[in-house]
């Protein structure tokens, strides 16, 4: 099976938009809670547009009628063309707002933008999906991608840490992936009453447990900025060379197409260079504080 970025370089977007900054409508399919502050939103195209192809890593920009807009990662599979998800975590006054709408609202959505995670560069080698909070969100579309094409792959693991049980996103689908043989599920949680049972401690406590083989393996790290710095040393002392360390930036970002320069830093632009970028390229912008 081809993978979602061969298929994107034969066909070419479905339907690109008209002009990357004009946003199109899609309709709220269903809303669905995650934990008190998340939410995810699945939503159907509204007119022209019936297909809507991104790779595992990129974002969107939704768009909220007289409110204004923010840059949400894609967290569904990219193999479903019909149906545009985004997990959300209500912080200021857009994401708010998002949090309030119902089915049947209508948003406004351009993209999508930005490059992908290393999924088809990743063929024939072992896969360590690191992922902290909501950073989960930007790589489940790579675990869709890497489940659907499983031979593809050496050995695959995730490592899932939040701060308290009730912070999990996707609890149906981490059962789930937790029964699979073919991939190591490992969550753990920064503090946690009964009935958890799991792991307490921060997702580096688990970095030496999984079955990897460092020297032919692909890492991919999406979290608070300061989870994927620590997650990056752990991972350099398992013999992972920063080259093969893959980080999504989320930064602030505005335009999303490298006019405004809010996510500018030297001559990178996290919305056109990233949001991924491997470690080795990325790890002077995570010294400076805020761009
Ligand atoms: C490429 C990319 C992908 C993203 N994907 C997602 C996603 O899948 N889901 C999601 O919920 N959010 C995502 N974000 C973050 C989202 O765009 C911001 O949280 C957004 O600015 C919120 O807008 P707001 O108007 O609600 O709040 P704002 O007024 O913009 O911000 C409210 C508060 O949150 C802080 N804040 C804003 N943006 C960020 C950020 N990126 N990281 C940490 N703190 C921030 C601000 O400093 C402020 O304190 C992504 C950002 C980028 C650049």
Request: with cysteine.
């Amino acid at each position: 099976m081809k993978s979602s970025l061969e298929r994107q370089i034969v066909a070419g977007p479905a339907h690109p938009p008209a002009h990357p900054m004009v946003p199109e409508p899609w309709r709220v399919r269903r809303v669905r809670r995650e934990t008190p502050q998340t939410f995810t939103l699945e939503l159907e195209p509204v007119g022209a547009r019936e297909e809507f192809r991104f790779l595992a890593g990129q974002f969107n920009m939704l768009y909220l009628f007289g409110v204004g807009e923010v840059a949400i990662s894609v967290s569904g599979d990219s193999n479903d063309a019909h149906k545009l998800v985004h997990t959300i975590r209500a912080v200021g006054p857009v994401t708010r707002a998002l949090q309030k709408v119902k089915r049947g609202d209508t948003l406004g959505v351009h993209g999508p933008f930005g490059n992908h995670w290393p999924v088809a560069e990743a063929s024939g080698k072992d896969i360590l999906i690191v992922a902290g909070g909501l950073g989960l969100a930007p790589l489940r579309p790579v675990i869709y991608e890497v489940l659907a094409n499983r031979n593809n792959y050496g050995r695959v693991a995730l490592i899932y840490g939040t701060r308290t049980p009730a912070d999990m996103l996707y609890n149906d689908e981490m059962k789930q992936w937790e029964k699979r043989s073919d991939i190591q599920v490992h969550a753990t949680v920064d503090r946690a009453k009964a009935p958890w049972s799991g792991n307490v401690g921060v997702v580096t406590s688990l970095i030496s447990k999984v079955e990897i083989d460092s020297r032919k393996a692909i890492a991919m790290v999406c979290g608070p900025e300061v989870m994927m710095r620590f997650t990056v040393q752990e991972l350099q002392k398992r013999g992972f060379g920063l080259e093969n360390i893959y980080i999504s930036m989320e930064r602030n970002m505005k335009c999303a197409v490298g006019f405004c320069g809010h996510c500018q830093f030297g001559p990178t632009f996290i919305c056109k260079d990233g949001p991924v970028f491997p470690y080795s390229r990325i790890q002077k912008l995570l010294t400076i504080r805020e761009l």
